[in-house]
């Protein structure tokens, strides 16, 4: 999975910039400052920077070109709206891109996911498989024999979340934290109508068995243990707690 680095002095940014990303199938690691951030970049692999020009010590011009003379990493600066001199001041340092802040989560994606593709060719390669189901991240496609559909952003999100967990069963309250975390309230027939249209695609595609309802207990993609599966349920608590479910 894409792996991005956000380095930015602003919580509010960072909390709403990590939830939105997070959803979209990103991981994301940020922290405020530069000297944290190049020792972040040292012990590991991103395959993007987001940075602000403004940070707790140091500043992103000099951030971007410690970047750039060691490493290939493609670099998007956040900058206040109107600020010529940052966006000039960054696109000559080596930035590959700019956004103006306060900026739109839907552009600032595009321009991710556009950067990414330029930068690896590897856009078809950004993806998850399982049981012989291919989901690209950047292109929110699944695919099995062939046949390939569109998924929406929330049908992404929940495909990716059983994927990336696959062996565990992940309750619906889960599901709804993580897609939807910045809302107040969720009516619960919102994920109900993600589901059913998420079961829809991958019926189109050939696989109308592949989502599985746990009842009373949640959801799980596929997997010929499922004695094996409902053992490994973690123990959750409600929405409050954030999980963590290795991988197999």
């Known amino acids: 999975m894409v792996r991005i680095l956000l380095v930015e002095d602003d919580e509010t ?28 970049l040292e012990v590991s692999d991103y395959d993007m920077a987001l940075l602000d020009v403004s940070l707790g010590d140091g ?17 998007i600066f956040l900058t206040a709206s109107g600020d010529e001199f940052s966006v000039v001041t960054g696109l000559d340092l080596g930035a590959d891109d700019y956004i103006a ?16 593709a330029r930068t690896y060719e590897v856009q078809d390669n950004i993806v998850l498989t399982h049981k012989g189901l291919t989901l690209n991240l950047l292109k929110a496609e699944i695919s099995y024999q062939g046949n390939k559909k569109s998924l929406t ?10 994927m990336v967990n696959k062996g565990n069963i992940i309750p619906r309250d889960a599901i709804i934290d993580e897609l939807w975390q910045s809302e107040q309230f ?7 109508v993600n589901i059913v249209r998420l079961r829809k695609a991958l019926t189109e595609i050939g696989l109308p068995d592949y989502l599985e309802t746990k009842r009373g207990l949640g959801y799980c993609v596929y997997s010929r243990g499922r ?11 409600d929405s409050v707690q954030r999980y963590q479910v290795s991988e197999r």
């Open 186 to 192: 969720i009516d619960e027939n919102t994920l109900n």
């Open 153 to 162: 952003k929330n049908e992404l999100g929940i495909l990716r979340l059983l």
């Open 101 to 116: 802040k306060p900026y739109n989560a839907q552009i600032l994606l595009a321009r991710i996911q556009k950067l990414l």
């Open 13 to 40: 940014i960072v909390r709403t910039l990590k939830d939105f990303l997070q959803t979209e199938g990103f991981i994301v690691e940020s922290t405020d400052g530069q000297k944290k951030a190049l020792e972040m």
């Open 227 to 237: 004695r094996q599966q409902e053992l490994h349920l973690c123990d959750w608590t």
């Open 59 to 75: 500043n992103g011009f000099s951030l971007c070109s410690a970047i750039k003379k060691n490493k290939q990493l493609p670099v």
